[in-house]
């Protein structure tokens, strides 16, 4: 309310009809004349700003509840077609390296052979060439196989954690999400130190008497799949340990009464209760490992293939933009499907909360 | 406030010596951290018996049942079952269930699965539980929402699905923690009646928890008073009523006059002078009392008739004004002040309709109670 009420008084007489309208003039100056990096980004916000200016005027509930349409026009959808645009083009040796490019100055022709120019033949080159398929293929086992694993660890913590006195419990929390207060990029390499064949680990298996050559570790899916659950276990475990802290003991207790032993208390009371947070948990690593680029370029082998690293590999290596866009375009596509489910299950869960 | 109960008048197990109880508890004391919830008590409930836990928040009522039910250890003491120590047999095991005071009802299953639950968890054979949570499901007349979620019923359908599952497994001891609070009065004397039903058939004994003196009254063979982990009086629901053993019950069941004075022996009774100038209460008691001695004299309100002329059959005249009326439709309360200052409250039945009743505000009546009417008691 505080917010829209000092919306309300600034703009309460008509000069923010003008504000927007002057707004308005200088975001589409600024795209016009596009003299500095970001000029189209800035003038575009300028408008928008504009835009919700006027709405808030004429109609305030359709205003505010188009912010968050507005936010994703802007930093979803515009972007998104931009790449889809690109994925369309040719490569090409210029700035930016792919044809065609809008070019309005020739109006209406102009328009026309700029869409003549658009096809799908990176998508027939994705679709053709093996590398790919297989890298999506590799990608997605090495996302289900590491979410798998990420669960089986996580889920004994967030129990752990949720058992914990109370007094602990923030402690705890802590301890979990303490990693990300240090970079990311540092702790990958920690694990390069780790798992070296000079590393941490081999020294002290050496020491202790394992083994008698040191392991390759490093620069294998093992290593991957180690940095991967490593990396993403917070997210893991704090939506498991958000339900079973929920959990109303009254209910084990119940299921105890009526003929249950613990551990059938546990498969038909607490892990179906938990299942949102397992659900929600599986998706906030499943999502992001399978575009996950960092961590098998660091960690991972020649072998270790990923679509994250076809896409970097495109876009830097290559300079190949309309491949690396189709490579981007169609793993969004992948990703719809898990993040609509993963949606309502956020939903059906807050449905069942009220 | 009528002791309904359908039980035969000579079940009484607990004044028969050969008889040996179903639950005993011996010297029970249960601490949580420094602080004592049952505090040394010893009580014994017999097979089939309906017993009615009663006192004021906190004091130890669910305590008692969750140590009975297994979810609690005494910090000392024994509880014996048909003359077994449970206290270390797990919760699964005991022939016991409970209707939580929250319900926890398992919020992912349909009302029908969470019947079933504690059947399932048995070897009975799976068309034989379809008929059983079906006739739950008649009983607590939710036969209309079986297949919903706990989440999508109101209160009282939820209090029922707690009271079906935890009647489903026909335990040898039910332990219900408020079951009936959140029906509507007829709902309510329904299922009270139901579950007396279904303890004369089953012969299950009943361990019940509740606020309410009058479904006390109704169901239970005995009630137990407690009051901070402790019991105060364990009795029939008469002998509650008629004869509590401190001022501590008598207060705390139904309406009663409670008038301290000092106590002299008489012929044949005592007499109980209360205030300066007044005509001492002339009680009789079984208590041994001794002259001077500081005394409570309890008196039922429905012990005392309001008339204008004293009643000469009784032994207890006062002279007073009417302060107040209540009218409760099948009674009224008369709010009397004597003219010693001393309230007292009186109320007669409407035999008659209202618009000839007797009394009216700043009228002057008469009271006048027997001899036997009133309890005197010394704590
Ligand atoms: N787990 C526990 N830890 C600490 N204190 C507890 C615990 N359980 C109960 N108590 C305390 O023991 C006392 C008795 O609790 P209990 O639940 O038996 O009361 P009650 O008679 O059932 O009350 P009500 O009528 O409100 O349900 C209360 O003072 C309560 O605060
Ligand atoms: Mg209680």
Known sequence: MRFSQTLESAYASKADLVLAALLAVAGIALIWLNQADGSHFTGGLLIAFAVFVTAYRINRRLAVIAVPYLWLLVFFLVPFIIVVKISLSDPAIAIPPYTPTLELSEGWTGLKSFFGDLDFENFEFLASDPLYYTAYLSSAKIAIISTAITLLVAFPIAYGMAKASEEWRPTLMMLVILPFWTSFLIRVYAWMGILGREGFLNSFLLWLGIIDDPLTMLNTNFAVYVGIVYTYLPFMILPIYATLEKLDVSLLEAAEDLGCTRTQGFWLVTLPLSMPGIIAGCFLVFIPVLGEFVIPSLLGGSDTLMIGKILYEEFFSNRDWPVASAVAVILLLILVVPIVLFQRNQQKQAEADQ | ?379
């Open chain 2, 1 to 379: 406030m009528a002791e309904l109960s359908k039980t035969p008048v000579v079940f009484a197990p607990w004044n028969d010596p050969n008889e040996k109880p179903l639950i005993q508890f011996k010297n029970v004391t249960k601490r949580f951290g420094d602080f004592t919830a049952i505090d040394n008590l010893t009580l014994d409930i017999y097979a089939k018996e309906f017993f009615a836990l009663l006192g004021p928040s906190g004091c130890g009522k669910t305590t008692l049942m969750r140590m009975l039910a297994g979810f609690e250890m005494p910090s000392e003491g024994q509880i014996l079952l048909g003359g077994q120590d449970i206290v270390k047999v797990p919760p699964n095991k005991r022939p016991v269930n409970m209707m939580f005071q929250s319900y926890a009802l398992f919020p992912h299953l349909s009302v029908f699965d969470n019947i079933a639950f504690g059947l399932r968890r048995s070897d009975m054979p799976k068309d034989q539980i379809k008929d059983r949570v079906a006739e739950m499901l008649r009983l607590t007349r939710l036969e209309k929402f079986a297949k919903r979620k706990p989440h999508q019923i109101s209160g009282g359908q939820r209090q029922r699905v707690a009271l079906a599952r935890s009647l489903a497994k026909a335990p040898k001891l039910l332990l219900l923690d408020e079951p009936l609070g959140a029906l509507d009065k007829k709902l309510r004397n329904d299922t009270q009646f139901e579950l007396m039903d279904i303890q004369e058939k089953t012969g299950t004994t009943f361990v019940i928890v509740t606020h309410d003196q009058e479904e006390a009254m109704t169901v239970a063979s005995r009630i137990a008073v407690m009051d901070n982990g402790k019991l105060i009086q364990v009795d029939t629901p008469s002998g509650i009523y008629e004869e509590p053993n401190s001022v501590y019950v008598a207060d705390f069941i139904g309406d009663v006059n409670i008038i301290e004075g000092n106590a002299k022996v008489v012929d044949g009774g005592i007499e109980i002078h209360y205030a300066e100038g007044a005509a001492p209460i002339h009680a009789k008691t079984d208590k041994h009392i001794t002259d001077g001695q500081r005394v409570s004299y309890a008196i039922r309100p429905e012990k005392i008739a309001v008339t204008s002329e004293p009643m000469a059959d009784r032994a207890n005249h006062a002279h007073g004004t009417i302060l107040d009326i209540g009218y409760l439709g099948h009674l009224s309360s008369y709010f009397v002040t004597l003219g010693n200052g001393q309230k007292v409250e009186a109320s007669m039945t409407n035999s008659r309709r209202l618009s000839r009743r007797d009394f009216t505000w700043e009228d002057n009546v008469w009271l006048s109670w027997t001899d036997t009417a009133g309890v005197v008691l010394t704590e």
